[in-house]
């Protein structure tokens, strides 16, 4: 299972502060809820493209005495089985879905000029799929605006509450993907259902 890593500050801060496996140790296990910490359970290494880096990453694991599953800190600037970050996507899309420019140019506005247009077309269908959904669990926690589409108001959304911030909130109470589960990824193997308190608003 994978949980957010509270990371303040840049990469190579994180890159820092991850080696101390107490800082950020669950107080208990998010599978089985036993109370006893947990003990640290090494790491494993996974590429990231951000805005100003390139590279691995370690992500610490840790091994839940009771139960024996492992629960992995996943820095909250990346996003779950997507190799580049929320900072540079969320470039990409708002430059291409709400200002209108061209891949190319949108390429550009997330610092990847030769990025591949098949890789732009992916992120925009998959946010796509997702709008309805984001703007759906973010209502609860910040301002909806009104726009022509939900594409549009999702976008606006994020911008307005920060994607990070957003991604946070998604992913560690709702275990909502930014850019939605890819089918044979969907937690449980079931669909989202939002509970009851969300659902309302």
């Known amino acids: 299972m994978q949980i957010l890593h509270r ?55 840790y091994l839940c005495r009771l139960c024996k599953r492992t629960v992995s800190l996943l820095p909250e600037f990346a996003l779950p089985y997507l190799r580049f970050g929320i900072s540079l996507i969320s470039l990409f899309l708002v430059a291409r879905l709400l200002a209108g420019r061209s891949l190319r140019e949108a390429a550009g506005a997330a610092l990847q000029p030769s990025m591949p247009y098949q890789r732009g077309q992916f992120w925009i269908r998959r946010f796509q799929k997702q709008a309805l959904a984001l703007c759906a669990a973010l209502a609860s926690v910040t301002v909806v605006v009104p726009a022509m589409d939900f594409v549009i108001r999702a976008l606006q959304m994020l911008e307005a509450m920060g994607w990070i911030r957003a991604h946070r909130f998604l992913f560690a109470n709702l275990r909502v993907h930014l850019l939605g589960w890819p089918r044979f990824l969907i937690p449980h193997g079931c669909r989202l259902s939002l509970p009851a308190t969300f659902a309302r608003s």
Do not use: K
């Open 7 to 61: 990371c303040s500050g840049c990469i190579q801060q994180y890159l820092q502060e991850v080696s101390d496996p107490d800082r950020y140790r669950p107080d208990s296990c998010p599978q089985c809820q036993a109370g006893s910490p947990l003990i640290a359970h090494g790491f494993y290494c996974r590429t990231l493209v951000d805005v100003a880096f390139d590279g691995l990453i370690p992500v610490r694991r």
